[in-house]
């Protein structure tokens, strides 16, 4: 459903051109700016494509492009994320199809690129969130040239998002500065719509290969900064698979950048802060929020120990208060040390049990409810978008409250391989102030390196960086030691339900694979074909390790860490046999 704004409301939350699309074949209006997840859902179909498998319905579940369920087919071509399309006018889009042959009708990519195949610069630095943005900008700002890439259509990343019609969110001066900046200094060029999908050593430096309508298909840099972000934590639950399940980041996207609602009737559910923002987002928007659950005990909140951490966070502080007041004043059931059992439903979600949690976030059946909604929002925390980290092969550690695996980084925010740099929640969840403050030492660090920034101006532009990174550092232990899920939060799915979402494997198969002598994640992916699908593992991953793992924490970690990482190929995002050869062209 499409929220519907007061008279007197900002133009940021009017709606652009009205267009016509087919939907199946009929008619339909939409806006420009919105994409096809958001006409479905407006136009209350929640269903957008069926399983080559089971033929079971899937819709709506990242809502950023990493989970590939959103998949229905565009003028044609199939296999098209409805979630990161725009909607032209005149297009054809059909749903409920088994999507699984990728299929493109012929075109000429390089013709709609302009041909650019390779570019040479000092530094890239892949996302434009905030930390890649600091990243460009520190870098550029001593003359480096840099190429900032950003698969997006925009600059901002997940935390500077506004509705898609507006390149800017008008609302938001810290964004507006950024983007200036960006557009502003000559050495730095920046590419939206560009996705990176391969890195590769080169001599010294580095070698992207790069998937976009105005990019070039191949950077050849000197220095790599990575700052590409996380994304939801997925948690399996039966039922998890159903259209109306998705991700307090799906939900968020549809509200902030697509003005929709997701749902009328919604139970949300996770380990704070992000659900409760969603919740009240909700309720804001005209969602009827049937309750909100937070998996950690009211008490385990008040403790003093996180007292020093909240000193100086008073924005957070305040967003936070304001949370809690629309949900209290729209009279929402909140409760602590509660969670998500199961969601029922044939095609869609039609109602959710809901049950306590004991202290390692393990279900009480004994006290579980069942509610009539619409709409389960997940939001369990995120997981860092390491891919490309993995991919070039630097070394890293687990680390629970930062997210799982993470690369290693000295002061700098170098990694194990010298002139690459990762910053940002996807070297370690932290947040978008952390984000940009690791984003600003790796751009400074990286025009050292170049011989463009003295020493001597290196340290001083770090003093003031260094105090307010100790301080976010501070607050995102303090979240980690919070909100890192309890080991209970797994043991939600049985034997049946679905691990791997895109190759449909189940907890039965996964088993079934260790019991056979499978001892690593890619034993288990060789085994299962869990890992393979079109996300690469991004939502079954770390929800396979979990699965094959016993005893207490710290016997888990450890386990975790012996199961170790999915390994990693190129293409990182499903690509075009067309564009694959075009990156090889003329090399
Ligand atoms: C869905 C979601 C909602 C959130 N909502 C809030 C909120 O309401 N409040 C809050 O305080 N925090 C929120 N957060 C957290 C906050 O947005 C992050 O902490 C912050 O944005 C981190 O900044 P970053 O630059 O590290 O990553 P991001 O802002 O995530 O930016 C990473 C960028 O990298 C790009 N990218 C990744 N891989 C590639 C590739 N291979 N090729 C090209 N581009 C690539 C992505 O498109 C993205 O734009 C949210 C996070 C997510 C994921
Ligand atoms: S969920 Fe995508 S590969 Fe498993």
Redesign the pocket.
């Known amino acids: 459903m499409r929220i519907s704004f007061p008279a007197s409301s900002t133009s940021s939350s009017e709606r652009s051109r009205a267009i016509t699309i087919f939907v199946d074949g009929q008619p339909v209006i939409a806006y420009e700016g919105e994409t096809v997840a958001a006409v479905l859902l407006a136009e209350t179909r929640r269903t957008f494509r069926r399983t080559p498998g089971r033929n079971e319905p899937r819709g709506l579940f990242c809502g ?1 492009g990493v989970c590939y369920d959103c998949l229905v087919t565009v003028n044609g071509q199939a296999n098209v994320r409805a979630c990161q399309t725009p909607v032209v006018e005149g297009m054809r889009v059909t749903t409920e199809e088994t999507q699984r042959q990728w299929r493109q009708p012929a075109s000429s990519a390089r013709a709609e690129r302009g041909g650019q195949a390779d570019l040479y610069v000092e530094a890239a630095v ?7 943005l600091e990243a460009a900008i520190a870098a550029a700002g001593a003359s480096v040239r840099v190429a900032l ?4 259509s925009q600059l901002g ?3 500077f998002k506004g509705p898609d019609w507006q390149p800017v969110p008008q609302q938001d001066a810290e964004a507006a500065a950024l983007f200036a900046r960006v557009r502003d200094i000559p050495t730095l060029q920046h590419f939206v719509k ?3 999908w391969g890195a590769f050593p080169e001599g010294d430096g580095w070698l992207l290969t790069l998937d976009g309508p105005s990019a070039p298909f191949r950077i050849h840099t000197q220095t790599l900064i990575l ?6 934590r997925p948690i399996a639950f039966p039922g998890w698979t159903l259209p109306g399940v998705m991700t307090a ?1 799906a939900a ?2 549809l509200l902030k950048s697509q003005n929709i609602l997701p749902g009328k009737r919604v139970v949300v559910a996770g380990a704070g802060p ?1 659900h409760w ?1 969603v919740a009240a987002q909700l309720v804001r928007a005209g969602a009827e929020v049937v309750a909100v659950l937070e998996a950690v005990p009211r008490a385990r909140f008040l403790h003093p120990k996180h007292i020093p951490a909240l000193w100086r966070q008073w924005q957070r502080l305040r967003e936070g208060w304001e949370a809690w007041r629309a949900l209290r004043r729209a009279d929402v059931t909140m409760r602590f040390g509660w969670g998500v059992l199961r969601a029922h439903g044939h095609e869609q979600v039609e109602a959710v049990t809901i049950t306590p949690l004991d202290e390692q976030w393990t279900p009480q059946p004994g006290r579980a409810e069942t509610v009539p909604a619409d709409t389960v929002v997940i939001g369990y925390g ?1 997981l860092p ?1 390491n891919q ?1 980290t993995r991919l070039l092969g630097c070394e890293h550690e687990y680390s629970p409250r930062r997210g799982g695996w993470i690369p290693r980084r000295d002061a700098w925010m170098q990694t194990s391989l010298p002139g690459l740099f990762a910053v ?3 070297a370690g969840v932290g ?2 102030a952390l ?1 940009r403050i690791e984003g600003a030492l790796a751009g400074l660090y990286a025009a050292h390196l170049l011989g463009r920034l003295s020493k001597e101006d290196l340290h001083r532009a770090e003093t003031s960086l260094r105090r307010r990174l100790r301080r976010e550092q501070r607050f995102a232990t303090m979240l980690g030691d919070l909100f890192t899920p309890g080991p209970g939060l797994y043991t939600l799915a049985d034997e049946t339900t679905i691990i791997c979402r895109c190759e449909e494997v189940r907890l039965g198969d996964i088993q079934r694979a260790r019991a056979a002598g499978a001892e690593t994640l890619n034993e288990i992916k060789g085994l299962t074909r869990a890992g393979m699908g079109n996300c690469q593992g991004r939502i079954c991953g770390d929800l396979m390790a979990h699965a094959l793992v016993s005893g207490d924490v710290a016997t888990q970690e450890q386990q975790l860490r012996n199961l170790g990482m999915l390994s990693v190929r190129p293409p ?1 995002h499903p690509l075009t046999v067309e564009t694959l050869a075009e990156a090889a062209e003329d090399m």
């Open positions: 950023i892949v996302g434009a969130g905030p930390a890649g890439l950003d698969s997006a990343g997940q935390y560009t996705q990176v700052a590409t972000g996380a994304y939801d980041g968020q996207t992000l923002v995120f978008a490309l940002g929640d996807g947040g978008a984000a990182i």
